[in-house]
């Protein structure tokens, strides 16, 4: 079975939206992978085709499709939607630091690179632009990284807010600097670790 696009439903896009003490988020799920975690006030904001059909986490019946079909929700893709919703409600809780949910980046060899360097960032620690350069062996690439940043579709699950500027100034978010702060506190807080100086 195909969708009107031609898509198989393993390779539709389904998203939930789910609140949180920052605000809405918008989870993608494709598969048995999630592809996509924007704010509710991300800059820009996602493309329709990439929050694909609105679905609720955990349903595996029909929901309206973009052109007013139903379309099936594959149940891999239902528990990933399930699952990485439970974590970030975790998160947001204090109670979880590490998620295991699956994620299916698509990018460029180096945005796939730096994103990997930002799952390498600590709960509750911060590095700055020149770090994650350095740290993937060139330390003049500091604005391509911050560029890969900007770009990285799975907010949060791969930590781009961990990174700020070299002097500790928290800038560059998608949702706006007041969210990345938000968040660089809250794991401060949990983590028991020093106050925000930037």
């Known amino acids: 079975m195909?969708?009107?696009k031609g898509l198989a439903p393993e390779d539709e896009r389904f998203h939930a939206e789910i609140a949180t003490p920052l605000g809405l988020l918008r989870v993608?799920?494709?598969g048995a992978a999630i592809v996509g975690l924007y704010?509710?006030?991300h800059h820009p904001p996602p493309a329709p085709a990439l929050l694909g059909h609105a679905a609720t986490p955990g349903s595996t019946g029909s929901v309206q499709g973009p052109e007013g079909q139903a379309s099936p929700v594959p149940e891999p893709t239902a528990a990933a939607l399930l699952q990485a919703c439970s974590e970030l409600k975790d998160y947001f809780d204090g109670s979880m630091r590490?998620?295991?949910t699956t994620i299916d980046l698509s990018g460029t060899p180096f945005q796939l690179s730096v994103w990997a360097a930002l799952?390498?960032?600590p709960y509750g620690e911060r590095r700055s632009y020149r770090d994650v350069a350095e740290h993937l062996g060139n330390p003049r690439m500091g604005r391509a990284i911050g560029?890969?940043?900007r770009a990285n579709p799975v907010s949060i699950i791969v930590p781009g807010h961990r990174v700020v500027s070299s002097a500790g100034a928290v800038i560059g978010y998608a949702a706006g600097s007041e969210t990345k702060r938000a968040?660089?506190?809250l794991e401060?807080?949990?983590?028991?670790?020093?106050?925000?100086?930037?």
């Open 2 to 4: 195909t969708s009107s």
């Open 28 to 30: 993608v799920a494709r």
């Open 39 to 41: 704010h509710g006030e």
């Open 98 to 100: 590490d998620f295991a």
């Open 119 to 121: 799952r390498q960032i």
């Open 147 to 149: 560029a890969a940043v």
């Open 183 to 185: 968040l660089l506190d």
């Open 188 to 198: 401060r807080v949990v983590s028991g670790g020093p106050g925000m100086d930037g």
